[in-house]
């Protein structure tokens, strides 16, 4: 563990400046809104190893990809975010020596990231090499209330004696992906103009032409009074500023508050791009930096509102779980179709911020339970938006007649990952996509969204499962073969269990599916899939057929799901004799040995008797559990929630606590030693699923929604709130029991335990544990 | 089929000048002899689509890998073969004008490599744009005598009237390899000496420190008489040259003749590199150009003499085979230990110019068939001096105790290639370098190999096997996972027939050699042994049980053996109906499509059928190759071959022949449209092995030697040397018989047909067919 930061409910803080934690702290106090995404960098210069990174949500770069050998089907590009304009810039000088932490003495460092507001603070005692000493006070935020504007407010006070202050706050479009695969330059600068205390830049990005204006407006203040400057102006293709002169008496502060706008082409005309951002920046500064924090302050408290989490008794875990819910909501906000959440939000390269199976399979669950059903909504119109991209990425390996694969990495919907037993292999994602679906009506009893993309979307990935699976003469059976399952520590197998039971689900679901919106609008469902060339009758018999005869593995001695074909033959030894020293596997084992050995990356069989719990007994879900779990090295960070949730829906609750401590904490702690590459923005849902529906019981029968919450022994209380149709409840567990509050919201029905309730605004359920 | 060349039964006959043809018959055209190679590129410019190619054996390049994902245990560098200085250029003038094939008027052109005499030569009449007429004619042969040098005789007739010329003999290490990853220049120039009509140049390798010298020297004549000239010298860092103006009258024929040294610190020390290659080139000089071509021939006699095919009636199979008997001579000669056969030899960069299992696999037999067993046994010897390497290969994979993995790819032993499922997986390789040392030892009876190399590597190689195993409790067998066959259109596939079959001979192999090595030598074998801390009694023992207990897929129903675990499961519909637009599959299909089909790259139950014939009865040969030979797309250059020689074992000549006329003419016809990148030098050897092994019906039963020739009724007869133990003897095929004749070495025995024989020199037996 690297915890550096010090345990607080509410707050990330690290106190002390130690220059081998900077990449780590650029990460683990980025701020975002959805719309943009800063790490934590400094203001002013730091020339030691650092990871500058801005990010605009939806501006991406088709990045040449890099492959050894060439396989048929794989994509030619990959679509990685793209670093953009660095809008934070303050160039500090001070008796003409650069300000630059590393280079100078630093005391009383402190940084702080309140998870209620939002809002990043940084404080430092510094000495400059010529002797003069200063105070630095920063504050930032990106605004959750207009998700184009960024302010902040940078403070010096001069300590000893006056100080003689350079300062150049700029606007910088001169920046590299880390992660180029070609070490190639991906933007190119349009338009500067730089007056007086104000500038504006744009830039076009290379191949797709995205455009990205930002424009600042800055206001000085010495000792509390407006200061009036004539700035230097400073006008390249690629960077503006302005540069100030300024005498600091001792014991007197200076405040430069910058406002930037920062719009892209997704929202604007190319052509007002310029113009509208330079109103937008205008217009912040004409607010004013403490309005716009209190709007700003406004939407989180509605957020934390709908969705948080508390823990009593267990400072580190509540700390863990307000960030992993403050870090989602700063990644995504459901406002815009168009986007989606990458792994790493907006706080790091690696992933290239692209849209994996994890948003449908682990963060709608968290938006479901935390926002309103829109926002989970968008996330079902994104896929839907993809649909075509997807029949062509089928198109590619050769399926037809409308099936439709999604892609295991995606900007636009376009396959870009080039590993053939992941690309071609892993597509157990397909179904993540189609039970999304599936979850999100359930959830929200939205079944309209069947008719508003809904079907074409489960049409098109049935008909992809039925056309990957083929007949077995030998076994009279239906099999899948070449599959990659979750667990990519096994790849190109046959009948990989979770991948055909999704399937097969898949399958069964698209045609209740149709079912429910012929009873909704069966005009307007006849219309879709008769534009869909649905072959009623041949379709859904063949796809009743091979759920029919699909072939399942299970062990009937062990009364276990097989993984696939071949697992049961492998060396079966629990993870826990492996030597500490060989873990994590995948940094000690050659690929050869990984794949051949019987270690287990993430729940596989476990993450389908995680969806479809209601289809298993107690037993089924015990021996599963006591036959894989043992066997699991939980190397992706999505692996132990599901576990967690699965021990506590068996009584295994120490165990849940233990594997939800291995997710929680996740990058707070660094236990992969990677965090300074970005968040793993994705798992955090799994702690927050851990929490709601490991601890808290939350599951589902049909579409009745069950509570039967469990208390950790290392806590001694918990609450939580959960948005559940058009209801907040709140949830809250002590040692003595269950109490379940309407918080707001209209009348809602669901299951305590074994019992069948109804609540309305302020009712209140109460169940004992005694 | 493109076959604009002449049949013919000596030689490659090119008539017409075609530009489109021309990087083909670069590829196609190409001399060598085993230290050096030359595509036939023209001496002089051409500014057309060329690949202008010139190697030296054993200097290769460890260019920096590229893969899309890293999986732990690939190599960091993949080597290749380098292409070296250009030796052959001679610029020319005429009139001021470049002579430029690409860029003048060319008639009568013709080009002729010669077989018997490794002799290319080139004719035409050029007109130029100035109106200049010439007549060109250039031969070239790299010497099989004196291997560091190569000699061209470079004629330029005046027709029309007198011509003003500019020749400039020059040597150019300013090369690139096409193929270089990163677009890296490989060479950097070290000395440079030019005098008059004679220049020196040396270059080293970056990284490796290669160091290559060449030299030149040259005479003149106009009109047969000896032409005093004053050249201009040329000398920069990377190139030198001689500039000659010379007129030659209406009618008149100048004739340069350049005699160069090409020397490696593979072979002297570099020190002495500059001065050796400069004396040598003035050695050739003084031979001459007609000496040096006799002593030449002389070598070239003696390998036709011991290896020659005689085909009647169709001469498009006997330039076949005669052109494939020829390159392999070209590309190897077995005097060099450190040397082995690269898939394209001397004549493209693709593939690296490495090492793979084609030389064990397909190469050998044909080296001991048609030379002395100094030649192949330098084979063996190669693979004993990387043993160290491929110890460490398997310790990068987790083996350990001496465990030996020959590489997939290689240059110096080490790994090359990364491709998780070829590079970890494909692991039969190791069989065929354990195979190769029995196929030596049975072929020439020199078991004194085993002590000098041949038992290190057999216990290195089963030792890789017994640790590669593991025992499965489900099935109470050794099982084998994570493997990938001969047939590379099934990767990460468990209990390949092929690879266990070859594994478990492997074991039972080593452990008789033991016994064999202490039968001639017990102290030296017990010596070995010791040295390799070798557990008698517990390996042999292990080797043993594992032997007996490892499992083999058969499916008891159709008398087959199973590929591999799950291949019965698929859909099986013989390639003949698959449609003739989508062949080859490899061109056309998704990789995820091929993987999940039935079809077969090449030979994989077949290969092992064929390597261990004697072990399996006839109805076993036939139903294996009619269950897995219709679902073989022979996509591989290895894969008809084997496929002929088995289908001549069961007696079906007539599908023998057809598959006997996919590999021998795959170059001269270019069936896959890619002859230009190069030749497929290994796959030749299948060829040479057809004939011999297929319609000679040569095989064996244990140490016996067996010939049971048939003749394919599209010939007339054939004949084909074999050396075979101290003998050589010719096997002549007629429709009347066989006749066997002793011509030169000691007695030898064998069965021809069902009857044991001894032959003596001038022996001769008959066997009629009626």
């Given at each position: 563990m690297?915890s550096y930061l010090?345990?607080h409910?509410?707050?990330?803080?690290e106190?002390?400046?130690?220059?081998?934690?900077?990449?780590?702290?650029?990460a683990?106090?980025s701020?975002g809104n959805?719309?943009?995404?800063?790490?934590?960098n400094f203001e002013?210069?730091?020339?030691?190893?650092?990871?500058?990174?801005s990010?605009?949500a939806?501006?991406?770069?088709p990045?040449?990809?890099?492959?050894?050998?060439?396989?048929?089907?794989y994509?030619?590009y990959?679509?990685?975010?793209?670093?953009s304009?660095?809008?934070i810039?303050?160039?500090?000088g001070?008796?003409?020596?650069n300000?630059?932490?590393?280079?100078v003495?630093?005391s009383?460092?402190v940084?702080?990231?309140?998870?209620?507001?939002?809002l990043?603070s940084?404080?430092?005692v510094?000495?400059?090499?010529?002797g003069?000493?200063l105070?630095l006070?920063a504050?930032?935020?990106?605004?959750?209330?207009?998700?184009?504007?960024?302010?902040?407010e940078?403070r010096?006070?001069?300590l000893?004696?006056?100080?003689?202050?350079?300062l150049?706050?700029?606007l910088?479009?001169?920046?590299?992906?880390?992660?180029?695969?070609y070490?190639?330059g991906f933007?190119e600068?349009l338009?500067?103009?730089?007056g007086?205390q104000?500038?504006?830049?744009?830039?076009?990005?290379r191949?797709l032409?995205?455009?990205v204006?930002?424009?600042f407006?800055?206001d000085?203040?010495?000792d509390?009074?407006?200061?009036t400057v004539?700035?230097?102006?400073?006008?390249?293709?690629?960077?503006?500023?302005?540069r100030?002169?300024?005498?600091?008496?001792?014991g007197?502060?200076?405040?430069?508050?910058?406002?930037?706008s920062?719009l892209s082409s997704?929202?604007h005309?190319p052509?007002t791009?310029?113009?509208?951002?330079?109103e937008?920046?205008s217009?912040?500064?004409?607010?004013?930096?403490?309005a716009?924090l209190?709007e700003?302050k406004d939407r989180?408290?509605?957020?934390?509102?709908?969705?948080?989490?508390?823990i009593e008794?267990?400072v580190?875990?509540?700390?863990?779980?307000?960030?992993?819910?403050?870090q989602?909501?700063?990644?995504?906000?459901?406002e815009?179709?168009r986007?989606?959440?990458g792994?790493?939000?907006f706080t790091?390269?690696k992933y290239?911020g692209s849209t994996?199976?994890?948003?449908?399979?682990?963060c709608?669950?968290?938006y479901?339970?935390?926002?309103?059903?829109?926002?989970a909504?968008q996330?079902?119109?994104?896929?839907?938006?993809?649909?075509t991209?997807?029949?062509?990425n089928a198109a590619k390996?050769?399926?037809?007649?409308?099936a439709?694969l999604y892609p295991m990495?995606?900007?636009?919907g376009e396959?870009?990952h080039n590993?053939?037993e992941i690309t071609f292999e892993?597509i157990h994602r397909?179904g993540?996509?189609?039970?999304?679906v599936y979850?999100y009506?359930?959830?929200?009893?939205?079944?309209?969204y069947?008719?508003?993309g809904?079907?074409?979307?489960l049409?098109?990935i049935?008909?992809?499962?039925?056309?990957?699976?083929?007949?077995?003469e030998k076994r009279?059976a239906f099999v899948?073969h070449g599959?990659?399952?979750p667990?990519?520590?096994?790849?190109?197998?046959?009948?990989?269990?979770?991948t055909?039971?999704?399937a097969c689900?898949?399958l069964h679901?698209?045609?209740?599916a149709?079912d429910?919106?012929?009873?909704?609008?069966?005009?307007?469902?006849q219309?879709?899939?008769?534009k869909?060339?649905?072959?009623?009758?041949?379709?859904?018999g063949?796809?009743?057929?091979i759920?029919?005869h699909?072939?399942?593995?299970?062990?009937a001695?062990?009364?276990i799901f097989?993984?696939n074909?071949?697992?049961?033959d492998?060396?079966?030894?629990?993870?826990?004799?492996?030597?500490?020293?060989e873990?994590p596997i995948?940094q000690?084992w050659s690929?050869?040995r990984i794949?051949r050995?019987?270690y287990?990356?993430q729940?596989?069989?476990?993450?389908?008797?995680?969806?479809f719990?209601?289809d298993?007994d107690?037993?089924q879900m015990?021996?599963n559990?006591?036959?894989y779990?043992p066997?699991?090295v939980?190397?992706s960070s999505?692996?132990?929630c599901?576990h967690s949730?699965?021990a506590a829906?068996?009584?295994?609750?120490?165990k849940?606590?233990?594997?939800?401590l291995?997710?929680?904490?996740?990058?707070l702690d660094?236990?992969?030693h990677?965090?300074?590459e970005?968040?793993?923005i994705t798992s955090?849902?799994?702690s927050?699923?851990?929490v709601?529906?490991?601890f808290?019981?939350?599951?589902w029968?049909g579409?009745?929604m069950?509570?039967e919450?469990?208390?950790p022994?290392?806590?001694k209380?918990y609450?939580?709130h959960?948005?559940?149709?058009s209801a907040v409840?709140?949830v809250?567990v002590t040692q003595a029991?269950?109490?379940v509050?309407?918080r707001?919201g209209?009348?809602?029905?669901?299951r305590?335990f074994?019992?069948?309730q109804t609540l309305e605004t302020g009712?209140?359920?109460?169940h004992?544990f005694t």
């Amino acid at each position: 563990m690297h915890s550096y930061l010090e345990p607080h409910e509410w707050k990330l803080v690290e106190r002390g400046f130690e220059a081998e934690n900077l990449e780590r702290s650029e990460a683990l106090f980025s701020i975002g809104n959805g719309h943009m995404g800063q790490r934590a960098n400094f203001e002013e210069d730091y020339s030691g190893p650092t990871l500058r990174g801005s990010y605009v949500a939806g501006v991406y770069y088709p990045d040449k990809t890099r492959v050894g050998w060439w396989k048929n089907g794989y994509p030619e590009y990959f679509a990685k975010v793209l670093n953009s304009v660095n809008w934070i810039g303050i160039r500090v000088g001070v008796h003409g020596e650069n300000l630059d932490l590393n280079r100078v003495e630093v005391s009383d460092f402190v940084r702080e990231l309140d998870f209620r507001d939002a809002l990043l603070s940084r404080q430092a005692v510094v000495r400059m090499h010529n002797g003069s000493r200063l105070s630095l006070s920063a504050k930032r935020f990106v605004s959750m209330a207009r998700p184009e504007i960024g302010a902040i407010e940078y403070r010096i006070t001069a300590l000893d004696r006056s100080l003689n202050l350079e300062l150049e706050p700029y606007l910088d479009f001169d920046v590299r992906n880390k992660d180029s695969n070609y070490d190639e330059g991906f933007w190119e600068g349009l338009d500067a103009q730089v007056g007086s205390q104000k500038a504006v830049l744009s830039a076009r990005t290379r191949k797709l032409d995205f455009r990205v204006a930002a424009a600042f407006r800055f206001d000085l203040t010495l000792d509390g009074k407006p200061l009036t400057v004539y700035p230097e102006t400073v006008q390249q293709s690629m960077y503006v500023s302005n540069r100030i002169q300024a005498e600091v008496p001792a014991g007197k502060t200076l405040i430069l508050t910058k406002y930037v706008s920062v719009l892209s082409s997704l929202d604007h005309a190319p052509e007002t791009l310029l113009k509208q951002a330079d109103e937008r920046a205008s217009e912040a500064r004409r607010v004013g930096f403490e309005a716009l924090l209190e709007e700003h302050k406004d939407r989180w408290a509605q957020k934390w509102e709908l969705g948080d989490i508390r823990i009593e008794g267990d400072v580190k875990a509540q700390q863990g779980i307000r960030y992993s819910i403050f870090q989602l909501h700063q990644t995504y906000t459901g406002e815009d179709e168009r986007l989606n959440i990458g792994p790493k939000g907006f706080t790091g390269e690696k992933y290239g911020g692209s849209t994996y199976w994890d948003t449908e399979a682990y963060c709608l669950p968290f938006y479901l339970g935390t926002a309103e059903p829109k926002v989970a909504r968008q996330l079902l119109t994104y896929r839907f938006k993809h649909l075509t991209k997807a029949i062509e990425n089928a198109a590619k390996l050769g399926f037809h007649r409308g099936a439709a694969l999604y892609p295991m990495v995606t900007m636009n919907g376009e396959e870009c990952h080039n590993e053939w037993e992941i690309t071609f292999e892993e597509i157990h994602r397909n179904g993540a996509v189609a039970f999304a679906v599936y979850n999100y009506l359930r959830h929200t009893q939205d079944s309209a969204y069947l008719l508003e993309g809904g079907i074409e979307v489960l049409v098109g990935i049935a008909r992809f499962w039925a056309q990957r699976v083929h007949w077995s003469e030998k076994r009279g059976a239906f099999v899948m073969h070449g599959v990659t399952g979750p667990n990519e520590y096994e790849n190109n197998v046959n009948n990989n269990w979770y991948t055909s039971y999704i399937a097969c689900w898949c399958l069964h679901y698209a045609g209740s599916a149709i079912d429910i919106a012929s009873g909704l609008d069966t005009r307007k469902t006849q219309d879709i899939l008769e534009k869909l060339g649905f072959d009623a009758a041949g379709e859904r018999g063949r796809w009743k057929h091979i759920c029919a005869h699909l072939w399942l593995p299970e062990d009937a001695e062990g009364g276990i799901f097989i993984q696939n074909e071949g697992f049961l033959d492998k060396e079966l030894i629990p993870a826990a004799q492996l030597p500490p020293a060989e873990r994590p596997i995948n940094q000690h084992w050659s690929w050869d040995r990984i794949l051949r050995s019987c270690y287990i990356k993430q729940a596989d069989v476990l993450q389908g008797v995680y969806l479809f719990e209601e289809d298993f007994d107690r037993g089924q879900m015990e021996r599963n559990f006591d036959f894989y779990e043992p066997l699991t090295v939980h190397e992706s960070s999505l692996s132990p929630c599901v576990h967690s949730i699965l021990a506590a829906r068996i009584g295994r609750i120490d165990k849940a606590y233990e594997l939800y401590l291995r997710t929680a904490r996740l990058d707070l702690d660094d236990y992969n030693h990677e965090v300074a590459e970005g968040l793993h923005i994705t798992s955090m849902a799994g702690s927050w699923m851990s929490v709601v529906q490991g601890f808290g019981g939350m599951r589902w029968e049909g579409a009745d929604m069950i509570l039967e919450p469990a208390l950790p022994s290392a806590w001694k209380a918990y609450a939580f709130h959960l948005k559940f149709r058009s209801a907040v409840l709140e949830v809250s567990v002590t040692q003595a029991g269950v109490e379940v509050r309407h918080r707001s919201g209209g009348a809602v029905a669901f299951r305590l335990f074994d019992r069948a309730q109804t609540l309305e605004t302020g009712g209140v359920l109460h169940h004992s544990f005694t």
